[in-house]
């Protein structure tokens, strides 16, 4: 099997399966889990042809832009493919009991949003053209806003879903536009293509500001600082949407797409330390964020954030080891952070007590969640014999070896040092520390909500005691995707006596430490509300207001009602625009026309639409108007019909007679004061502004008229309108099938207009008339 037809038939399944779940709960939910279940074990037989060479499949989807549908599936995606169809089946079966409760629909809804996300996810880590993967990355985040805002009942849903749909696809144009100039320069959308030869792209002077535009957009999908603070607010989806898409899968796009293009884009030499910086940054500010919060998702959103910027540090970081250590760290990432969320949200699902502090003796209750947590927190803290404790020895070999050694170390220190406290914070308070108050336990363990993050937890152990099952298979292919080239990586527990490991001591003794003293740290933390000025949210929503009172500015000034301040902006900013094309055409300023025969009929047509238009312009009678305007637009059909034009004519007639009946029809009908709307002033300035408007006009005309004629376009249309649309008509063809949309809008605005009339008429025929029953007046 193809891995196209896979992912087709993912999709029909992720369709399809909660519709069943929405009828029968016991066979909807499992194929809700064996949908990813199978990916999944499509993804992992995958493996040994991944090893060898990059898996590509052509599939054309729109030819003539360069834009593809085709399948990339290397190392590096491989390993994020099987991650987000692995913890997709877990989160599936996780989300199936967790919603028990919830209605059949609200239950269907859910488990739908789930499995379309996987599947836009897939879709966005498998996809070589750069338009694809961009339409695939747009659609996690509308998918993202439907689950984040599911319970659209609260508030607090409903402005995280719009703040992490603002600023992801705000970031998602920034994106487009990186793309598109991509395209432009390279003459390619081609990932594949690209690694082979980016010379092109590297020797464009548009190389720095491409690389900009796609960080951005990385940089807001990942969380990065300035761009953090929507993820723990988005915490407020159900914890299914938690687990999925904030911890193990969304919020990595970003470091996914800046790890595939690092090959390409670190070819500038400020990329890196660029990297490096923001990483920097993000993770120090998240580290000090978590130490602040309270709520136990929270907690565990501000750490993500931190390991996103730990993730985006070491693909800014050069060198073989970087490479191995990014594809490590997102691999025990995945595994104990989603596992953490899976068991904060059985704790808030069993007690309804979403704060910590407030948490406590819950091992007795729960000893299933207490003991995966355990195991999950055992990695997340980079203790022996877990895949986090190898993937932060490589983290501190990366840095070490980087030129970044100080300050690189330095942050890792410090942020790891709050990693190993959170994971000790989330054990202890809520099973092992005694409550401060009776907790009420309102649902046990369900089997569906404890498998995951069990097995997601003695995987973390397994990987660490036998790395030899993803070193070679899973490890190395993705990490030679991300550094350009083969190479041969290591990937085991025990690398002797090492600085690396006297890094990860000192990490945990530091750590226990702070988490000993966690509450008066946390106390003092909380107190400085320069905190909340300067690393919350305030900016976006300062950035929000200012945006909305602008537009409130501009609506009440743009968009008041007044016809005249509509025309006055339209008229003024294409007069300015062709002014403007004017002087940059560098032509002369009175080009010479070509000489055309006199022709009288032509001056007495033209002098028909000279005086419709006069008279449509000073008359103060209304219907007068409209014989006026009417008038110029028979004459404009008279110049088409001399013209060698008798369809556009015919239309020109057509439009004018049903335009004139209608309208007129109407303002016979409406109770209509006619009085002077307009100060002298007002008149005389649109007067000033129609001349100018029409001078304008007039240069443009004749600007046309002088440019050599350039055949171009009606030899298109005049070869390929019987070959493409099978008509001999060629301007019928082109209102019917090249500019199809066009003429259909135009349809549509005649039509809704001759129905608005109607109904006018009508109302006021039906008024007119007395109720059928209705007693005479005094009666």
């Excluded at 629909?105 to 488990?111: G, T």
């Excluded at 999950?376 to 190898?390: M, N, Q």
Aim: with cysteine; net charge neutral.
């Amino acid at each position: 099997m193809s891995v196209t037809l896979a992912l087709v038939l993912g999709l029909i399944g992720s369709i399809l399966a909660p519709f069943v779940a929405a009828r029968s709960k016991t066979i909807g939910n499992a194929l809700v889990v064996a949908v990813p279940a199978l990916l999944f074990l499509f993804f992992l037989m995958q493996l040994p042809a991944v090893g060898e060479a990059p898996i590509i499949e052509v599939n054309p989807w729109v030819p003539t832009l360069g834009i593809d549908l085709t399948i990339r599936l290397d190392g590096f995606s491989l390993l994020f493919a099987l991650l987000i169809s692995g913890i997709g089946a877990l989160v599936a079966l996780y989300a199936a009991s967790y919603m028990d409760e919830k209605p059949a629909f609200a239950r269907a809804q859910f488990l739908l949003y789930i499995l379309l996300f996987m599947s836009a996810m897939l879709g966005t880590v498998t996809a070589d053209n750069l338009m694809a993967l961009f339409v695939f990355w747009e659609m996690t985040s509308l998918l993202s806003f439907l689950l984040v805002g599911f319970d659209s009942t609260k508030l607090a849903a409903r402005k995280a879903a719009l703040q992490s749909m603002l600023v992801t696809v705000g970031g998602g144009l920034s994106l487009l536009a990186g793309i598109i100039l991509i395209g432009v320069t390279a003459d390619t959308f081609s990932i594949s293509t690209l690694m082979a030869d980016s010379s092109a792209l590297t020797q464009s002077p548009l190389f720095s500001a491409i690389i900009i535009l796609m960080m951005a957009g990385a940089f807001t999908k990942s969380a990065q600082v300035p761009f953090h603070f929507w993820l723990p607010n988005a915490m407020a989806a159900p914890t299914p949407a938690s687990a999925y898409l904030h911890s193990a899968t969304m919020v990595k796009l970003g470091v996914f797409l800046l790890a595939t293009m690092a090959p390409i884009f670190s070819q500038a030499a400020w990329f890196g330390p660029t990297l490096v910086a923001f990483g920097g940054a993000t993770m120090l500010i998240a580290a000090l964020q978590a130490l602040r919060s309270t709520a136990f998702k929270a907690v565990l959103a501000f750490s993500t954030v931190a390991s996103l910027g730990t993730i985006t540090m070491l693909i800014g970081l050069e060198g073989e080891v970087a490479a191995v250590a990014t594809v490590g760290f997102i691999l025990a990432h995945a595994l104990y952070k989603a596992a953490l969320f899976f068991c904060a949200g059985i704790v808030i699902h069993a007690t309804g007590e979403p704060r910590l502090s407030r948490l406590g003796g819950l091992a007795s209750v729960l000893p299933i969640t207490a003991g995966a947590t355990v195991l999950a927190a055992i990695s997340a803290a980079g203790l022996p014999p877990s895949v986090g404790f190898i993937s932060k020895e490589y983290l501190f070999e990366a840095q070490l070896e980087s030129t970044f050694t100080t300050i690189a170390v330095l942050i890792g220190v410090l942020v790891n040092t709050v990693m190993v406290a959170i994971a000790v914070v989330v054990v202890m308070r809520p099973f092992f520390r005694p409550a401060r108050r009776e907790l009420h336990v309102h649902h046990g363990e369900a089997t569906g909500m404890t498998v995951g993050p069990v097995i997601l937890g003695i995987t973390g152990l397994i990987f660490g005691l036998a790395p030899g099952l993803v070193a070679k298979s899973l490890i190395q292919p993705a990490a030679s995707a991300i550094y350009g080239e083969p190479l041969d990586a290591s990937f085991y527990l025990w690398h002797g006596l090492t600085p690396m490991l006297a890094l990860s001591a000192l990490v945990v003794v530091l750590g226990l430490l702070l988490a000993k003293y966690w509450n008066p740290i946390h106390i003092a933390l909380r107190r400085r509300r320069v905190f909340d000025r300067l690393l919350t949210d305030r900016g976006y929503y300062w950035v929000l207001d200012s945006t909305l009172a602008l537009a409130r500015w501009s609506t009440l000034r743009l968009q008041n009602g007044d016809l005249r301040i509509y025309t006055l902006v339209i008229a003024t900013v294409v007069t300015f625009a062709m002014g403007y094309g004017l002087i940059a055409g560098q032509g002369p300023v009175f080009p010479s026309v070509p000489h055309e025969d006199f022709s009288i009929y032509m001056v007495g047509v033209t002098g028909l639409i000279v005086v419709g238009s006069i008279v449509a312009a000073l008359t103060t009678s209304l219907v007068t108007a409209i014989i006026g305007v009417s008038l110029a637009g028979y004459g404009l059909a008279l110049v088409f019909l001399l013209n060698g034009g008798p369809d556009l004519a015919l239309t020109q007639f057509s439009v004018e007679t049903l335009f004139m009946v209608i309208v007129t029809a109407v303002l016979l009908r409406l109770p209509l004061v006619f009085r002077t709307t307009r100060s002298r002033g007002e008149r005389s300035f649109d007067a000033v502004l129609a001349g100018i408007f029409a001078l304008a006009i007039f240069a443009s005309v004749l600007w046309i008229a002088a440019v050599p004629f350039n055949p171009v376009i009606p030899e298109y249309f005049a070869q390929d309108s019987y070959t493409e649309a099978f008509g001999r008509n060629v301007v019928n063809v082109i209102l019917v099938d090249f500019r199809a949309l066009d003429t259909f809008g135009e349809i549509a605005v005649v039509a809704f207009a001759a129905l608005g009339a109607w109904a006018l008429l009508r109302r006021h025929n039906v008024a007119k008339k007395k109720p059928a029953g209705m007693p005479a007046k005094g009666g």
